[in-house]
């Protein structure tokens, strides 16, 4: 099992309870955008203490990146990331993940879920790739949305956002579920990536089946 020791080089607000985490990138060490790795802070009582990140990062970049949401209240790993700085260590695992671009089609995202979209329309945008992708991003307020000024940059209007907890201009307040989906997407024979809390992930899976999506064309986290 690989294991790789890397220096934080950076670490900056993304929003009020996301971090952005440059950290140094091992020789050799790459993935496919949408990839994660189990990282864990070598520190006492917390080296064993892994949890799944995904890079942000695109493989021709020098360093590698998070983007982490800090949970201050739970007590667990992402309390301690957040008392990390520059200078301080990760250790870096193996690199796996289901997410990975399969064609042109929609992405659903619940809050942090959003991350593994983050390196794959990074990398579609320096190919010049883009094309007819669509971004239906959920989250509680404006204030929790996830890199919104870089995704209005490059997908416009494609990036389609609904809040849950009030009421912002130009933003929906629904919940992403089957009628939503129905009201939102022409077609269902597409590809279509979700993730996002669980509950959310199965309800809009079985929403899409149940709306024509075959099983092949929703790729979800495992």
Known sequence: MEEHLVRI???A???HNVRCFKVEKPEGYRFIPGQATEVSIPKSGWREERRPFTFTS???WDHLEFTIKIYDDHGGVTQQLGKLESGDEL???DVWGAIQYKGEGTFIAGGAGVTPFIAIFRQLQRDEKLGNNRLLFSNRTASDIILRDEFERMLGPAFVN???SEKADG???RRIDETYLRENIASFDQPFYVCGPDQMVEDVKQAL?????GADMVTVEL
């Open 171 to 173: 933003m929906d307040n």
């Open 91 to 93: 250790l870096l695992h």
């Open 209 to 213: 089946h149940r709306l024509g999506a």
């Open 162 to 164: 609904t809040l849950t």
């Open 9 to 11: 080089l950076s670490v």
């Open 13 to 15: 607000p993304v929003t």
């Open 58 to 60: 695109l493989n021709e």
